[in-house]
């Protein structure tokens, strides 16, 4: 302690935890070595009698050492802190890339619910539910959380005119983020001016809305995957996303790493389908996908069996 009442740590060797997740991602055995951590680090309070509201849990103030990912910790003497609210926080900031996902067609209520109520308390980017359940999803959060839908799912071969129906009737219902499936007949048929003029059209129905587009990798070529990234991007559509989850195969690293070398740089990425570990997203994420779509990450965070989308 310096006599100017300035607090000093060590931190040599270390760089701030958001730092290191800017170029980073995290594998899943470090998110798993942080909280043992945490956990050791709580105890040894303890034996100090100090509290656990002194911890500073802001990911600015958390260093790590970059190889052997051994984490300081900035504690303030006497602080009174809520712990349990930091370490929430702090689970958001890691969650934040999530959609957490519900759209099996046997879906109920109690089911979306339970989405709904993971989504509020891990604080993911948004949940991802039926069109059909929207409104009433939109009602139970009450503006906690953004809540997208999708439109034309999960084969993409309605008309323009149904979609944007579905479109304008999701956003009425109080959707904050459309994901649409593109025709992928016309893309097929080389009939590009139709699936831009289609994300054109969701697209100003949608205003300042998000707008994702389905492109289902799966049954594509890498040219038309290439086609489809250009298209997207002149069409104004704010992500491009891998997969319905329905189509045989889901989010492949490979096509991740292929977007990002042809969108427009106003285009973000979401990888969707069959992410089912902790160390498949942070290297979605460290590719550059900005959103996954998924349930199973929050169940592998609930320790459950992670099944599902």
């Known amino acids: 302690m310096k006599k100017e009442g300035k607090l000093c740590y060590d931190i040599t060797s270390r760089q701030p935890l958001e ?27 303890e034996k100090y009698l100090l509290e656990s509201g002194g911890i500073l849990l802001t990911p600015e103030l958390i260093y790590a050492e970059p190889e052997r990912f051994e984490i300081g910790l900035c504690a303030v003497p006497g602080g009174k802190g809520d712990f349990a609210a930091e370490l929430s926080h702090f689970l958001q900031y890691l969650l ?44 139970y959060m009450n503006g906690k959380m953004a809540v997208c839908t999708v439109i034309g ?9 149904a979609k944007e129906f579905e479109t304008k009737d999701a956003l009425a219902n109080g959707a904050s983020e459309i994901d649409m ?44 995957k290439i086609k489809m990234c250009q298209i997207v991007t002149v069409a104004g559509a704010d992500y491009i996303k891998t997969s319905t989850g329905f189509g045989g195969a889901g989010a492949t690293f490979a096509d991740i790493e292929l977007f990002s070398r042809h969108i427009g740089p106003n285009v973000k990425m979401k990888a969707a389908g069959g992410i089912s570990s902790l160390e498949d997203a942070e290297k979605f994420l460290a590719l550059g996908a900005d959103r996954l779509g998924t349930s199973r990450i929050i169940k592998i965070v609930k320790n459950e069996k992670a099944t599902g989308y």
Not at 27 to 42: I, N
Not at 119 to 131: F, R
Request: charged content about 25%.
């Open 19 to 45: 730092r290191i997740l800017e170029t980073h991602a995290m594998t899943g055995e470090q998110v798993r070595s942080l909280f043992w951590q945490l956990y050791r680090a709580l105890e040894e309070m």
């Open 153 to 161: 799912f999960p084969n993409g071969y309605m008309t323009t005119a």
């Open 96 to 139: 934040k890339h999530v959609d957490h996902t519900l759209l099996l067609q046997p879906s109920t209520w109690e089911e979306i619910k339970q989405i709904c109520d993971d989504a509020m308390e891990y604080g993911t980017a948004s949940v991802c539910i039926p069109p059909s359940y929207v409104k009433q999803a939109v009602e």
């Open 181 to 224: 499936v593109i025709n992928i007949g016309w893309l097929k048929d080389q009939k590009y001016d139709l699936i831009e003029n289609e994300i054109r059209t969701l697209k100003a129905a949608c205003g300042d809305k998000i707008l994702k587009v389905i492109i289902e990798t799966c049954f594509l070529t890498a040219e038309e």
